[in-house]
């Protein structure tokens, strides 16, 4: 069985009990180790599904979450304004990428769901600690936004364009 098989049956069995799965009973059950288990889990977290761990074992919590990607262009000022216009309109950020012409793609995870989130990572940028991805392209960076379905991206797209941060890709 392929890899996205068994995350698929994963995803089946979850949405098909009220009881939680212990990730033991899923490796005996796929014949792959513990581990394996963990990282389905984690990939399928990673591509918007809520599965939640327990101490007895996985659940399913909601349906997958819509995603998107979003190019985008501003200063470092101007942060904390993208952010609330994303998390305004229902959106979480999930990460901020570049696509630097010598490393390649660069990543972090940001998981931005409420404006004070937003601040502290401004915050911790302007003390100078650190500097932000989108230094190293000129401010072009890009975000993957989560939101509960696509109507709310169209709206989150529709905004950031109004503004004149997002850039077509």
Known sequence: MKATERRNEILS??????????????SERFAVSRQVIVQDVAI??????????????????GAARAQRVFKCRHTLGELVEE????????????????????YGRISARLDLITKTHAEELHRSLVSGASKPLMSVTDGYHYHTVSADGE?????I?????????????
Not at 13 to 26: D, E, I, Q, R, Y
Not at 44 to 61: E, F, P, Q, W
Request: no cysteine; proline share 3%.
């Open 13 to 26: 069995l979850l949405g098909n009990t009220s009881s939680p799965m212990p990730a033991g009973a899923l």
């Open 44 to 61: 399928l977290r990673a591509n918007g599904y809520d599965v939640i761990s327990t101490n007895r074992g996985y659940v399913l919590g």
């Open 83 to 102: 952010a609330e216009l994303i998390i305004n309109g229902g959106g979480k950020v999930e990460d901020v990428f570049v696509n630097h012409r010598v």
């Open 151 to 155: 109507e709310r991206l169209d709206d």
């Open 157 to 169: 797209e529709r905004a950031l364009r109004a503004r004149g941060f997002l850039i077509e890709i």
